[in-house]
């Protein structure tokens, strides 16, 4: 029976599929926390309260981002390049989503409606980390080698999805609130079609590898594609609502430091 658990199984137990998963997390997490630091080096002398919870965040990426290095070292294996259709973090950057790139090489203070942006793009990008990662720990919370780390990542995305929803309801009450509301419309549109587009890559680059017979690679494919339809239909209002979280001033401390052995 094909299942999510199954699915994560099959490509876990072989080294090259492992390999390019965890070289794609990695990647990604990377980008993230490069992306974090600039921003938190740029905040605009009125929102510098936020500048040490937006480091925390991107200290948090580039955390992971050795977790998913150390998981490949751990298995005597090394990170692979990534295919750039599963790229995406670059790929959200390319559709105009987030603050770009350009920007943030510069060594110009942001804007407040920079950092709302900011704001808005971590909330649905989050909402999806987290939701990965609890589907991750619901299956692999007792493994012996990605057990710590699945769970230590997992609680790292919630505490971001709860730091994106609380200073965004910050900003809506001084007054962005249709900016907001404008501008998380806009990101979930793009990132459930980038997230397609990127789902769709990374399971035939694992068909490849697996060796899935077409019917199994149709089926996946299909499931992808019923996604971005029950996403696009409405199932996105999850990522565009605002609710004041459970975890208060969620980033408000330091970093926790990865497991030893991850």
């Known amino acids: 029976m094909l299942s ?96 770009a790139h350009d920007k943030l090489k510069r060594d110009e203070p942001l804007t407040v409606q920079d950092i709302v942006t900011y704001l808005a793009h971590s909330r649905v990008t989050e909402q999806r980390a987290s939701e990965q990662m609890q589907l991750l720990r619901k299956h692999f919370a007792d493994h012996p080698d990605l057990g710590r780390a699945v769970k230590m990542i997992s609680n790292d995305e919630d505490n971001h999805l709860a730091y994106c929803h609380e200073e965004l309801l910050r900003f809506a009450y001084a007054g962005h609130g249709r900016a907001i509301r404008r501008t998380l419309r806009e990101c979930a549109l793009a990132e459930i079609r980038v997230y397609r587009d990127v789902s769709l890559a990374v399971m035939a680059h694992m068909g490849r590898i697996l060796g899935w017979p077409k019917p199994k690679a149709a089926l996946l494919a299909a499931g992808i594609h019923a996604v971005y339809l029950y996403e696009r239909l409405g199932g996105r209002r999850r990522m565009v609502s605002l609710r004041m979280p459970e975890r208060r001033d969620a980033l408000g401390g330091p970093a926790t430091p990865e497991p030893e052995a991850a």
């Open 4 to 99: 999510a658990k199954s699915l994560f199984q099959e490509i876990l137990d072989n080294d090259e599929s492992f390999a390019l998963l965890c070289s794609i997390a990695a990647s990604g997490e990377s980008q993230g926390g490069w992306e974090n630091a600039r921003i938190a080096a740029l905040v605009p002398d009125t929102q510098r309260d936020l500048a040490p919870k937006i480091t925390r965040h991107g200290a948090d990426e580039d955390k992971h981002g050795r977790i998913f290095n150390a998981l490949l070292k751990k298995r005597g294996l090394k990170p692979v390049p990534v295919p750039p259709e599963t790229d995406y973090t670059m790929l959200l950057e390319r559709n105009g989503i987030g603050l």
